[in-house]
């Protein structure tokens, strides 16, 4: 019974890294897909098929692992997630200004990463109507990110950093720094 369940799952597996690849997606050898991941290369609200002409980029590198309910939306920009990268459930990650995660990377459940930020308009203009402005966001390698972390745009995290949960990252963060709080700030380094 086992082996005939660990076969069904093999094969919902591949499922998932093909509609991934139908998308867009580009995909390492070994990555590990749970169900509901939703990607988005391109502008608007609605998954793109090739036939979409997004813009868009999204890589995961060799043995990357993404939990169920994460968002990876590119918006014409790109999310290029190194080898053996985890992002946890229900991680979302918008892409228009550019994304880079760092290989070994931990972002824990329900973290979020910017890549730009709304413009602000004169009174009178639509806040909606103003376009975005795009913050290239680059998180190092061996970083931990923990549980309900945003990460600003624009924001670079550097080598082996750790984010304390429920911190909202609005400046860099040096290699080896942990940080927390909002808006996060040094505690102390790694040793």
Request: hydrophobic share 45%; with cysteine; proline share 4%.
């Amino acid at each position: 019974m086992d082996t005939l369940l660990n076969q069904f799952y093999k094969l919902l597996l591949l499922k998932r890294r093909w509609l991934a690849r139908v998308r867009g997606v580009k995909l390492g050898r070994g990555v590990r897909l749970a169900p509901d991941v939703d990607f988005n290369l391109g502008k608007g609200f609605k998954n793109c098929l090739k036939n979409y002409n997004a813009k868009g980029r999204i890589l995961l590198g060799d043995s990357v692992w993404v939990e169920r309910g994460v968002v990876l939306w590119a918006f014409d920009g790109s999310i290029n997630l190194n080898s053996n990268v985890y992002l946890g459930p229900y991680v979302t990650i918008y892409g228009h200004g550019g994304v880079e995660i760092g290989e070994h990377s931990l972002i824990s459940m329900k973290a979020t990463i910017l890549s730009s930020n709304h413009g602000i308009p004169s009174a009178g203009e639509l806040i909606r109507e103003t376009p975005d402005v795009l913050l290239p966001t680059k998180i190092g390698r061996d970083v931990w990110i923990g549980a309900n972390v945003v990460v600003l745009g624009g924001v670079t995290i550097g080598n082996g950093a750790v984010v304390a949960a429920g911190a909202v990252v609005t400046k860099d963060v040096s290699p080896h720094e942990i940080v927390a709080g909002i808006p996060a700030r040094v505690m102390q380094r790694r040793n």
